[in-house]
């Protein structure tokens, strides 16, 4: 049977609220073993608006991030869903959502996939497409179903969504496969990076390397300075490939993810590895990952994971010869 809620949009949440979204989502991470809402999602959350302001049901009447809470009658927040209304290049809404694990199946993700369709101004069903038209309409909401939950895909099925992207987890054992040698060319120092002096040289590589990105592509040097902020950043593990001149050529921005969040112990990251277009086809990019796995394991690491494309066999095939295996997947479905 299911529960009897009581729903409402916000584009801001009081810090009770969010307190209470922050429970909901750990207690998810902790039946699921994968965190329901994304980095950026959680830091939304955190820098969210300053209060709580009801947002109509209509698209692109306020910008940022949206929330989107279920109760029960008592008050327990049972459904949460994150709409992201700015980030992506194509101008798509992108949302995240959890299920409280006490509450579920009971209509509560139902309850979630329709707000969400609504809010989108889209029918529950989409239309047929007859076999004359060309294609059908573009997506306009995205959501993500992080480790490709069971249930979510059964959700996705049900309302017509079509998966869109697959971020496969990839994991390697450092004991087992330790990074090689990261000899660089002979023109080129391998550095740290320098906080206050190389956000902008970074994010316009960035922005070169991943223009083809929906969302790294988009980084700016206010991201940047925000992750300086985070518990997890550490300018010793962003490494940067500089020539002779000291132009950036490519970097490796590595993570350290603490005991309890990837996994019971801590685990590195290879975060974002970018390379230049201009200077590709030097071995930029095996150097810098090496470096960066290499920066790892001197850390006492024995795991680092990484996430990539499925659609891009060039790349797995590279860490797979790195010793990466692949884990689970975050499915991205479109409607």
Request: aromatic share 6%; net charge negative.
């Amino acid at each position: 049977m299911d529960l009897v809620t009581i729903t409402s949009w916000h584009n801001g949440l009081l810090d009770e609220v969010a307190d209470e979204v922050t429970s909901l989502l750990a207690e998810a991470t902790e039946a699921d073993g994968r965190a329901p809402v994304s980095e950026r999602g959680l830091t939304a959350l955190r820098r969210r608006g300053p209060a709580a302001v009801q947002v109509e049901q209509v698209r692109a009447d306020v910008g940022g991030t949206e929330h989107f809470l279920v109760r029960e009658p008592g008050g327990l927040l049972v459904g949460y869903a994150q709409l992201d209304t700015e980030t992506d290049s194509a101008g798509r809404l992108v949302a995240e959502l959890a299920v409280r694990p006490s509450a579920r199946g009971h209509g509560v993700g139902t309850t979630l996939v329709r707000a969400l369709l609504e809010r989108a101004e889209l029918p529950e069903q989409p239309a047929e497409v007859a076999a004359d038209e060309p294609s059908a309409p573009a997506d306009v909401l995205l959501v993500w179903s992080h480790s490709g939950h069971p249930a979510a895909i059964t959700l996705a099925r049900r309302f017509g969504f079509h998966t869109v992207r697959e971020l496969r987890r990839m994991w390697v054992d450092l004991a087992e496969h330790p990074p090689g040698a990261a000899t660089p060319p002979s023109d080129v120092l391998i550095r740290t990076f320098d906080v206050g002096q190389d956000e902008a040289a970074v994010v316009d590589v960035n922005r070169r390397a991943f223009s083809w990105h929906p969302e790294q592509g988009g980084m700016s040097e206010a991201d940047v300075v925000d992750k300086e902020s985070e518990s997890w950043f550490d300018p010793a593990g962003f490494l940067l490939a500089v020539d002779a001149d000291g132009s950036l050529l490519g970097f490796h921005w590595t993570k350290v993810h603490p005991p309890g969040s990837a996994a019971a112990e801590a685990v590195g990251e290879v975060y974002v590895v970018g390379v230049d277009p201009d200077a590709q086809g030097r071995g930029l990019g095996g150097v810098l990952t090496q470096a960066g796995l290499r920066h790892l394991a001197d850390q006492g690491l024995r795991h680092t994971m990484l996430y990539v494309e499925a659609d891009n066999p060039a790349a797995i095939r590279v860490y797979e010869r790195l010793g990466f295996t692949h884990r689970d997947s975050d499915i991205q479905f479109g409607r």
